[in-house]
């Protein structure tokens, strides 16, 4: 009887709890509700940022940044809870998405079709990390991978994942690296990674994360464009090896970060050769310019590396979370990614496919989302064709800034810009500290946020620095840009002579 009794009891209380959670079921009534509420905020939002004099690019209440709302136990209304997300997320903070984004790597800034590549997966469920599960999913991404090693000419046999980014992009390659020279961690303090001081840290943090922190990381001296110097990097190879330690790895860097420049691969790819060594290529910036034909002669030798690193939340204007790996040897990621026997748990199911390599046995990951719809669905929606266009649009916005600025004899620019970075200063008045100067030009232009600008400090030298990524940036951006900063300059130039 008290079983009988337990059991109602048991009972009752699932019936209860199946109606009180029947809410996470959203009805169709509801769902194209909160769809038209979430439209109607992208809408306003993508109708602001394509206006030239839209809102500030950086709202400076620091009020905005503080949330409000208490996680609750009671449900909050769906539109107040729409309305606080977009004010906050939208409207405080630096946008990247904004067309005078001009700072760091401009990343993250996702058309349409590439934020519905995020959403669709997410409605869908789509569990892309083992072929038994969403075959086509696993397909796809394979696909992506394949056009990728194919855009850099590495040959048949490559292997890769689409990450989180290049930074887990760059990690999961010098694991690779490390496993196919089979070094041991009795070894590591004297393993030697060889780069540039311009090289990006990604590289030194996925040292630390593959458990190298300990080895050497070598920084070459670069030439007067920033490029690193081949001969310096033979010469540190051979100094090492006759001091008794163990080069193993060469990172060669396709655009950098704070200067744009691209290291000379090929000739990078010759030592590599001669010293039997690893070079991977961070292209996590400069990968895509490889779709503009005028670009091809800056990649030579790229094909050549042993792994490469490319960014589509940079270079394809795909929304963040996007990084893609390739390794020429496939076989090394998936021996240094996968277990040499499946999981107890998995025993019985054809969860792989041999034809089919799955995302989990080429990276670290195990679920994850089905990131390759990022690039799947904006590559097939508007073609490559418009993006070749819009990277050489970059382009030429750069060395149109670039002209522009150098034509008025009012700033220093120590570099023209072989992909979209820009770098000068302002020259200073007599008797002014010329890095003070710029450190006060470049506060002035973010004080209205009317742009968004970064610093590149190269040696004790300190410059401003445009990168232009944004699919929305164009002409009249650059332009605005341009006479922001001369009007900036010119009233700094005044005060700083009125104060003489
Ligand atoms: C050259 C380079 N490599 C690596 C990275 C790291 O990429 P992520 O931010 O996607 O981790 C960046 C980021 O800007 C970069 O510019």
């Not at 209380?13 to 909160?34: G, P, Q």
């Not at 490889?290 to 002669?297: P, W």
């Not at 989990?360 to 070749?388: D, H, I, K, Y």
Request: glycine fraction near 8%; charge should be negative.
């Amino acid at each position: 009887m008290a079983k009988k009794n337990e059991e109602h009891d048991l009972r009752q209380r699932l019936a209860d709890l199946k109606v009180k959670t029947s809410v996470l079921e959203v009805k169709e009534v509801d769902r194209e509700a909160m769809t038209k509420k979430t439209v109607q905020l992208i809408n306003a939002h993508d109708d602001n940022v394509t206006r030239l004099t839209c809102d500030p690019i950086k709202v400076l209440d620091r009020g905005s940044f503080e949330t409000t709302g208490e996680i609750s136990e009671s449900p909050v209304d769906f539109d107040y809870v729409m309305q606080d997300f977009n004010d906050r997320l939208v409207r405080a903070g630096v946008i990247p998405g904004h067309p005078m984004f001009l700072g760091f790597i401009p990343s993250g800034h996702g058309t349409y079709p590439a934020a519905l590549g995020g959403f669709l997966p997410a409605v869908f469920t789509t569990y892309s990390t083992v072929h038994m599960e969403s075959p086509a999913a696993v397909q796809i991404e394979n696909r992506l991978i394949q056009w990728v090693a194919d855009l850099f000419g590495y040959p048949a046999g490559h292997a890769g994942n689409i990450s989180s980014g290049g930074s887990l992009a760059t990690l999961t390659a010098l694991a690779v690296a490390r496993d196919s020279r089979q070094l041991k961690a009795a070894d590591f303090h004297r393993c030697v990674i060889y780069c540039s001081e311009f090289t990006h840290y990604a590289v030194q943090k996925g040292l630390r994360a593959v458990g190298m922190r300990e080895a050497v990381l070598r920084k070459t001296s670069v030439d007067k464009s920033f490029k690193m110097s081949t001969l310096d990097l033979e010469k540190q190879i051979k100094e090492d090896k006759e001091a008794g330690l163990l080069p193993f790895l060469v990172v060669a860097t396709v655009g950098t970060t704070l200067t744009g420049s691209v290291d000379p691969v090929d000739d990078i790819a010759d030592v590599c050769e001669r010293h039997q060594l690893w070079l991977h290529v961070d292209a996590a910036y400069g990968g895509f310019f490889a779709l503009c034909d005028d670009m091809k002669q800056l990649f030579v030798g790229v094909e050549r590396s042993d792994s490469l690193v490319v960014n589509p939340h940079k270079g394809l204007f795909i929304s963040s979370g996007v990084g893609v790996l390739v390794v020429k040897d496939g076989e090394k990621l998936q021996q240094t990614c996968s277990l040499e026997q499946t999981p107890s748990v998995y025993t019985g199911m054809q969860f792989f496919s041999a034809e089919h390599l799955s995302p989990c046995e080429l990276s670290f990951e195990l679920t994850r989302s089905f990131r390759g719809a990022q690039m799947w669905l904006p590559l097939n929606v508007f073609g490559v064709g418009v993006f070749r266009e819009a990277l050489e649009e970059k382009l030429l916005l750069a060395r149109y800034f670039y002209r522009k600025l150098k034509e008025t004899g009012e700033f220093e620019l120590p570099l023209e810009p072989e992909l979209s970075v820009v770098l000068f200063r302002a020259t200073a008045p007599p008797d002014v500290d010329i890095n003070n100067f710029n450190q006060q030009l470049l506060e002035d232009l973010l004080s209205d946020g009317k742009i968004f600008m970064t610093a590149a400090v190269l040696g004790d030298q300190y410059y401003l620095r445009v990168c232009v990524l944004c699919f929305r940036t164009h002409i009249e951006h650059m332009d605005l840009c341009f006479s922001l900063i001369r009007e900036k300059r010119g009233h700094l130039w005044g005060s700083a002579q009125s104060n003489a």
